[in-house]
């Protein structure tokens, strides 16, 4: 992982976090490897953070379609 990219996942909140899994192309390098496995940890753990139920509304709110 890059400073760079730790950097980026660092930086994000869960709505940018969830938008960027969601609608990212296949093969994004921020989902490879070393950083992969940080994004899914950082992501699992603002997802956990958030109060009751705002996950989800999160979600709701992205959407399926770009």
Same mark, same amino acid.
């Given at each position: !992982?890059?400073?760079?990219?730790?950097?980026?996942?660092?930086? !994000?909140?869960?709505?940018?976090?969830?938008?960027?899994?969601?609608?990212?192309?296949?093969?994004?390098? %921020?989902?490879?490897?070393? $950083?992969?496995?940080?994004? $899914?940890?950082? %992501? $699992?753990?603002?997802?956990? $953070?958030?109060? #009751?139920?705002?996950?989800? #509304? %999160?979600?709701?709110? %992205?959407?399926? =379609? =770009?």
């Amino acid at each position: !992982m890059t400073p760079e990219q730790k950097q980026r996942i660092d930086s !994000m909140d869960y709505y940018a976090l969830l938008t960027l899994w969601r609608f990212a192309s296949t093969g994004d390098p %921020i989902f490879q490897g070393e $950083a992969g496995e940080y994004y $899914a940890k950082v %992501i $699992a753990q603002k997802r956990n $953070a958030l109060p #009751e139920g705002e996950a989800s #509304e %999160i979600s709701k709110a %992205i959407g399926w =379609r =770009r």
